[in-house]
């Protein structure tokens, strides 16, 4: 399918959404008409794109780079698209989930409901990939995710193997377990160590889904797994997984931690 006629289907899609909803308290940012609006006659000629991402709490630091990022789509898109001879302007809405999932669905649904967006981004863990797409899903709106395992969209938001897939709207692209087990055992494999593995996993999309997939793939390679159990995010103190580490003599060290976690426990 070309660009232009997906596009299409995105912009038509929106005359099938409607309500409205009073978006959050400064939770949803416009970066305004790209381009010059003088050059589009009709004010319904916008393609509006949001974006729900963590701009701020302990995800924070993967919407770093979003300002570099916005700042070349807007040179991209300076003068709007030309699709099938028709003049479109594009608009970003930014919301931040502030780390929250509860806030993440709350955004999307205000993003769809209040601004009658054409089509969703996400990106940054499944703590906001999977409340939005499930937003977008249950309204119809075409959603595109990242940077979260495969493994934890698919089968974190219901989805089993051989039966239809439950997702008609939302299409994620990340990598997976996999990939993280092919790159450690490479790597692992070229230092000289005992092959003890302390695992540091927490009790979320991410940790479980890494503790069932991950680590039978780096036992079956050799690798003594010592799992010191699922931790709530935002833990203060690992003595006792460290303890258990050291006691098993482990030389390797793995952990999947929200980003703010992992230099308490390394402390």
């Known amino acids: 399918m070309s660009d232009n006629k997906l596009i299409n289907q995105f912009i038509s899609r929106r005359h099938f959404i409607k309500g409205a909803s009073t978006i959050a308290g400064g939770s949803i940012v416009s970066l305004g008409l790209m381009g010059s609006q003088s050059i589009f006659a009709n004010p319904d000629n916008i393609i509006r794109i949001g974006y729900v991402v963590p701009r701020s709490g302990p995800l924070g630091v993967f919407g770093q780079g979003d300002e570099f990022l916005l700042a070349q789509i807007n040179k991209q898109f300076a003068n709007g698209l030309n699709i099938e001879g028709k003049q479109y302007a594009v608009e970003i809405l930014v919301g931040d989930t502030q780390s929250s999932s509860i806030r993440a669905s709350q955004v999307a649904k205000d993003l769809i409901n209040g601004n009658?967006?054409?089509?969703?981004?996400?990106?940054?863990?499944?703590?906001?990939?999977?409340?939005?797409?499930?937003?977008?899903?249950?309204?119809?709106?075409?959603?595109?995710?990242?940077?979260?395992?495969?493994?934890?969209?698919?089968?974190?938001?219901?989805?089993?193997?051989?039966?239809?897939?439950?997702?008609?709207?939302?299409?994620?692209?990340?990598?997976?377990?996999?990939?993280?087990?092919?790159?450690?055992i490479d790597q692992w494999s070229k230092v000289e160590t005992n092959k003890r593995v302390g695992v540091l996993l927490p009790n979320d999309a991410d940790g479980n889904a890494i503790r069932s997939l991950l680590l039978p793939s780096l036992e079956k390679a050799g690798f003594s797994i010592v799992d010191a159990g699922p931790y709530e995010n935002g833990t203060s103190d690992f003595s006792q997984q460290i303890n258990l580490f050291k006691k098993e003599q482990c030389e390797i060290f793995n952990t999947f931690p929200f980003p703010p976690d992992f230099p308490v426990f390394w402390r």
């Open 116 to 184: 009658n967006v054409d089509l969703m981004l996400t990106s940054s863990t499944p703590e906001t990939v999977n409340p939005v797409a499930d937003a977008c899903e249950a309204a119809g709106v075409p959603c595109l995710s990242t940077t979260a395992p495969w493994e934890s969209f698919y089968f974190g938001r219901g989805a089993k193997p051989g039966e239809p897939s439950p997702f008609k709207w939302t299409y994620h692209f990340c990598f997976g377990v996999a990939d993280f087990a092919k790159l450690y």
